[in-house]
């Protein structure tokens, strides 16, 4: 699987578990716009306290806490990379959030929940990587309660523009990236049964973050550099410049399951 190829597990845990090792926010905020991004979608997302939300793809788990911390809500996170789930559970352990986010592995389109557990369900820079949209966003709905609420932020290509430029962090090659556009993403996503209430183009936010971010080494202390190998600093160049030539895009948006 593209993100985990040779993640240093057993060095990221011992330094997780030192309390005197500095550990950023560029470690566990996989995304375009780090924790800026994942508040500015939470601030759309009504929910009452002791809600319980699915975060899908939750990654090393910083979306997750960021939404245990701001709102009274519990977060399961789940994530295809088993290594990243059990790094995210070290990081809530240091964080002291055990309580309120956990993590298991799991396939987004085969969720190991029961229907209608969540009241939402929280996705960041996944889709990128599943072919089977309708499946995706089918799977999404089945784990909700009726009224409950689906949040996304997810990159979108730009239609009639040149091919992107390969590799970005979510794909070493076009065959191992699924994008649609931003219209094709608002279908799919109604088709599985979703109403949208808010949509917003975040383009020019995400653009304007990777034009201004630190992009020629990893900040100290452990980083996505660590994560994803001495390609990441080419990844997020070409994510830069895909952007800047106007060929990707970025879409957050609240839907609703009918009740
Ligand atoms: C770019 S990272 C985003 C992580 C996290 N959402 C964040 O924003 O910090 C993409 C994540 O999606 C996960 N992923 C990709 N395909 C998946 C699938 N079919 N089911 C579950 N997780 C998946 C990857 O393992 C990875 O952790």
């Known amino acids: 699987m593209h993100y985990e190829s040779d993640v240093p597990v057993g060095e990221l845990l011992a330094d997780i578990s030192d309390p005197d090792q500095i550990i950023g926010p560029t470690l566990d905020q996989f995304h375009i716009g780090g924790a800026t991004a994942t508040a500015r979608l939470l601030d759309l997302l009504e929910l ?5 939300v699915l975060d899908v793809g939750s990654g090393l788990g910083g979306p997750a806490r960021l939404l245990a911390t701001t709102r009274d809500w519990q977060v399961t996170g789940v994530d295809l990379a088993p290594e990243f789930c059990r790094i995210a559970s070290a990081l809530s352990a240091r964080a002291e959030l055990s309580a309120q986010t956990t993590f298991c592995a799991g396939d987004a389109l085969h969720l190991p929940f029961a229907n209608g557990l969540f009241d939402a369900v929280w996705t960041e820079h996944v889709a990128m990587n599943i072919g089977a949209r309708d499946d995706f966003y089918r799977e ?3 784990v909700v309660r009726p009224g409950g609420l ?5 990159v979108v290509v730009v239609e009639n523009t040149s091919p992107l430029t390969f590799p970005v962090p979510w794909a070493r090659k ?3 990236s699924h994008m649609v556009t931003a219209k094709m993403l608002r279908e799919r996503v109604t088709y599985a049964g979703w109403n949208a209430y808010i949509w917003n183009d975040e383009s020019i936010f995400a653009r304007d973050w990777l034009t201004n971010m630190r992009l020629a080494k990893g ?8 994560i994803m ?3 990441f600093s080419l990844m997020t160049r070409n994510l830069r410049d895909n952007f800047v030539d106007g060929r990707l895009g970025a879409i957050q948006a609240v839907f609703e399951k009918p009740a």
């Not at 689906?150 to 997810?154: E, T, V």
């Open 140 to 142: 999404l709905a089945r």
């Open 174 to 176: 076009a065959e191992h």
């Open 150 to 154: 689906l949040a996304i932020y997810d």
């Open 219 to 226: 900040p100290a202390g452990p980083s996505l550099h660590h």
């Open 48 to 52: 009452p306290d002791a809600s319980h």
């Open 229 to 231: 190998g001495d390609d």
